[in-house]
């Protein structure tokens, strides 16, 4: 979730929503002629909060105030993940990780691509060294080739599923982009389900009213999770039979259905 870097009350806040991870955001949420004020904000939350929570800052894009950024920020204290926006190429990614050993912050990125560039490219941003996660920003995609927004999607659906892909090959999370109208609850969660179907593995969130309703589209329901364990109790059962297939509830069970097994049990657990 993320909160405004101008705001030290929203900023700890923020902490209290139940998210994964907050986000002190230094970019879009800052006006330009605030982005001082916000830098020594966030400085001293990260100095003085004892988060439960993962916490990361958003800096501005390469060449626009990320070193500024660090300098001030890091003074405080280290987060536990740097979210790295407008993400074009897999050197942006190695620019901000050069950044963070020079100031002895040696954290993950969180990359995120919300450009024509960065969705070609998003195979190797997704394999650049330091990169944890790639994070999908349709509103700003659409901006950039020309699309309008639908309540479908379909004008980004492409990107959206190579974005995730590339985050899968590359063997890191991928996070779903945020939704928009926080006012309205059905649309996020048909949003969030729709992410989850697809594979993402959580979807970014602007109001804290937006977070419970996101962790409930992630979190397996009980049929879900009885259905896992009853495809790895026979996964268990058939242990190394020749052809790997066995049968539950009637049908045929081989690999990726062990697989999404594995991960619905997962998911239950964090």
């Known amino acids: 979730?993320?909160?405004?870097?101008?705001?030290?009350?929203?900023?700890r806040k923020a902490l209290d929503s139940d998210a994964d991870v907050v986000v002190y955001d230094l970019e879009d949420a800052v006006a330009p002629e605030r982005k001082a004020a916000a830098r020594e904000a966030v400085r001293d939350a990260l100095a003085e909060v004892e988060p439960t929570c993962e916490l990361c800052v958003r800096v501005t894009p390469i060449g626009a105030g990320t070193q500024r950024d660090?300098?001030?920020?890091?003074?405080?204290?280290?987060?536990?993940s740097v979210l790295l926006p407008k993400v074009p190429t897999a050197d942006a990614v190695e620019t901000l990780t050069r950044m963070l050993d020079e100031h002895d912050a040696a954290v993950p990125v969180l990359a995120l691509v919300e450009s024509a560039a960065g969705v070609l490219h998003a195979e190797a941003i997704a394999r650049a060294d330091g990169t944890d996660a790639l994070l999908f920003g349709a509103e700003d995609l659409a901006g950039d080739i020309g699309a309008t927004r639908t309540d479908e999607g379909a004008e980004v659906a492409h990107a959206r599923q190579h974005v995730l892909l590339a985050a899968r090959a590359a063997g890191v999370d991928a996070i779903d982009t945020h939704y928009p109208a926080y006012e309205d609850d059905d649309?996020?969660?048909?949003?969030?389900g729709e992410a989850r179907r697809l594979g993402y593995d959580g979807k970014m969130a602007i109001h804290p009213a937006q977070v419970p309703i996101i962790n409930a589209a992630f979190t397996p329901d009980d049929d879900e999770l009885a259905w896992a364990h009853r495809i790895l109790d026979a996964a268990t059962a058939a242990g190394d039979?020749?052809?790997g297939v066995f049968v539950v509830d009637g049908e045929m069970i081989d690999a990726p259905q062990v697989r999404q097994a594995e991960r619905i049990v997962e998911r239950a657990d964090e």
């Open 241 to 243: 039979q020749d052809n």
């Open 187 to 192: 649309g996020l969660h048909r949003a969030a």
């Open 1 to 11: 979730m993320f909160a405004p870097g101008d705001q030290p009350g929203k900023l």
């Open 70 to 80: 660090l300098h001030v920020v890091l003074d405080g204290g280290t987060p536990d």
